[in-house]
């Protein structure tokens, strides 16, 4: 591109990620908190909207598709991680972030989670449980707590759908979890996760206030906020405006005598002796003991910034990307096509 054709970049405030649309939820919705921590989170990072897909399913989280500008696409139910999948595929470099709720991603979505998760894919996923299906008007969800009734009295008597250990076990390299209520923890967590070269899991409670925020309720405001501990709390450090320097920060922190190159700080990694986020097998057993007892830790769970992003193995140095090929490289040719049709005799 020569000097003439270069244009002034511009700088992103949290309202250029906003739309005119309205996502009808409800005041209060968590959902909405999180819309809010994304746009700031977005801003920080001065990401262009047209460099962001935003993918989502099924639910009050798929409305979220609404109020963010960004390329958006509204899938079927429990269709996000496969949708995504295919569009961090055919262009790396795209920022996908998916958002999906407990339900979308653990119910009818849970083996395609599981296909997601073990692929070490480069996009954030955003898991906004809030323990209930609040558009269908507060049935109980695949993660709904044994001992947290309905509005209505319902009571589950089938254990809950672990999101955070299933995402342990089956191989992102990023798990954290979040509160809707806790913007500033929030927006940095959001931040990592786009940031991080890998499967980003980010589940965040996120209270449903119409359905499931009553004073019996295990996902209301009021439990996590009685609940919640602090984990190794995360700030994103000397991220540059221009992208997409961002993505190639090379800052050597100091981490249990290791060097990352992970722009992070951990913020109070001292107020919890012991505790390595960079150990899987330690942060499972960790998230274990707190999940017994009911305790909600906020903070970066895991996180491996060693493990090679799947694009990175799907294309060789050489290659172009699938969205930058011409309609007819994409298809086979006669010959390659008998080829692959002899296979089947």
Avoid at 85 to 112: C, F, R, T, V, Y
Avoid at 133 to 144: A, D, F, H, V, W
């Amino acid at each position: 591109m020569s000097s003439s054709d270069q244009t002034v970049k511009k700088s992103y405030t949290a309202d250029d990620y906003s739309t005119e649309n309205t996502a009808n939820l409800c005041p209060g919705c968590g959902h909405l908190l999180i819309v809010r921590a994304l746009r700031q989170a977005l801003a920080e990072l001065q990401i262009p909207p047209e460099k962001i897909n935003l993918i989502a399913g099924i639910g009050c989280s798929g409305k979220t598709v609404a109020e963010i500008n960004s390329n958006g696409l509204h899938t079927l139910h429990g269709c996000a991680a496969p949708v995504a999948m295919g569009a961090q595929l055919a262009n790396p470099e795209q920022e996908n972030i998916l958002i999906s709720g407990d339900g979308d991603s653990w119910a009818i979505g849970s083996g395609k989670m599981i296909a997601l998760l073990r692929t070490n894919l480069d996009l954030l996923y955003i898991c906004e449980n809030n323990g209930t299906y609040g558009l269908t008007r507060g049935q109980l969800s695949p993660t709904t707590k044994m001992d947290s009734p309905t509005r209505c009295g319902t009571v589950s008597d089938i254990p809950p759908v672990d999101g955070i250990g299933i995402a342990l076990v089956s191989g992102a390299t990023y798990v954290a979890r979040g509160f809707s209520g806790r913007q500033k923890l929030l927006i940095e967590q959001i931040k990592a996760g786009i940031l991080h070269r890998g499967l980003a899991y980010l589940e965040v409670f996120s209270p449903c206030r119409t359905f499931n925020d009553h004073e019996e309720s295990h996902h209301s405001y009021r439990y996590c906020q009685r609940h919640a501990t602090d984990f190794p709390r995360i700030s994103v450090v000397d991220v540059e405006a221009d992208y997409p320097t961002d993505r190639q920060l090379d800052p050597e922190f100091k981490f249990e005598g290791k060097k990352t190159n992970f722009g992070l700080k951990f913020d109070n990694l001292n107020e919890i002796p012991g505790y390595d986020p960079t150990d899987r097998n330690l942060a499972l057993k960790t998230w274990e003991d707190y999940w017994t007892e009911q305790v909600i830790p906020l903070g970066l769970l895991y996180i491996d910034d060693s493990a090679r992003a799947h694009h990175q193995r799907f294309y060789g140095e050489s290659d172009s990307y699938i969205a930058d090929l011409r309609p007819e490289e994409t298809r086979p040719s006669q010959s390659d096509f008998s080829t692959i049709l002899e296979q089947f005799k």
